[in-house]
């Protein structure tokens, strides 16, 4: 494995795509310690994710001298912290964080009205699909980010809140999760990085109390990777949000360039086989439409959207207002929104209108660019 990184190393561009240039966390344990039982990486996964722990020498079901080697070699988290902004009501916090070889990536804490947080994890650094409303996309692909990298996002933010307890009748203290859901849709396309999303994400699934449905994975549309997950035994029955931003196949290709001639009759198709594989009273399959001014949010767009979604049971619109990211669009009005969803109920589809968070501190979506915003 090391010949093959140093091979790679020569070759910047196949190696953005693998994730085989920085030796994994557990890679970099089994080389520290080569004849340790198995139980003993299980024990340490599950440690990682415990919130009273702070760093190797939390860890006390670990050996003493295991904690010693591990402070030494072994970061705590895979991420730095350069800067962390928060919108003044405390409701969105942003973190530009920096991975050992110095690329830079963003995530997000988002609190709701009941006071719960959820987590939105980059899982590129940067992103090839181009889509011309995001930051992000004009960023281009730099690499994939590794599953410890993915998951350390959700580690950062759990280290950085205060637990809460809750008293149980019986006088004891039942610890709660403070973050109770997770969106990968942050920077990149998770499906161009399938392996390492799907690894961190059954890490995540083992060693929190998430469940999968309050998990969602966003994506573009990569569908030789969506209809790989109807086979895969090992993709966990997260959600699936898809962007989809236009149901003409003429608008989409316009701001969705990776968009290809026979996307929409495609993933309908894959969205037929995804409900009836993963469906049901919890789970969605959720259309994200980002509302641009003149470009896709008229009466004839909002029939066509209802017209493409209506056939599919247990799948939902949600409707987002548009972030002045790349300055290249107009958001929609209130009321054009309003009459859009209006078209839409209407037809007796499923639409939600998405609460826009972070706009202030540019942590909205579409407006992820680790710091290299034009
Ligand atoms: S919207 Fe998502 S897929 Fe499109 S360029 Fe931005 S990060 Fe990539």
Partial sequence: MDKLRYILSFFPKIRHNINIMTPTRREKFSKLFPNQPKFRWKQIESALFQEKNHS?????????????????????????????????????????LEAEDGARIESVLMQNKSGKYSVCVSTQVGCAMGCSFCSTGKLGLKRNLSADEIVDQLRYWSLSQTPISIPEPNGDTERKEIITNIVLMGMGEPMNNYESVREALNSILTNTGIGPTHITVSSAGVLPRLNKI???????????????????????????????????????????????????????????????????????????????????????????????????????????????????????VDVTRRQSLGGAIQAACGQLAAGERD
């Avoid at 919890?282 to 980002?290: A, D, G, K, N, R």
Wanted: net charge negative; glycine share 4%.
């Fill in 56 to 96: 190797w020498d939390d860890v006390s079901s670990l050996p003493i001298p295991i904690r010693e080697k591990l402070a030494e070699e072994l970061p705590w988290l895979s991420l730095k912290r350069v800067t962390e902004v928060g919108e003044a009501d405390g409701s969105v916090r942003k973190v530009l």
């Fill in 230 to 348: 109807l086979d895969d035994k090992e993709w966990p029955p997260v959600c699936i949000a898809i962007s989809l931003h236009s149901a003409d196949p003429i608008i989409r290709k316009k701001i969705m360039p990776s968009s290809g001639p026979n996307f929409l009759p495609e993933l309908a198709e894959w969205a037929e086989a995804y409900l009836k594989l993963f469906g049901n009273r919890s789970h969605y399959l959720t259309f994200e439409y980002i509302m641009l001014d003149g470009v896709n949010d008229s009466a004839e767009d909002a029939k066509k959207l209802a017209a493409y979604t209506k056939p599919l049971s247990r799948a939902k619109i949600n409707l987002i207002a548009y972030n002045d990211a790349a300055g290249q669009f107009k958001p929609s009005s209130p009321e054009k929104i309003q009459a859009f969803m209006n078209i839409i109920l209407a037809a007796g």
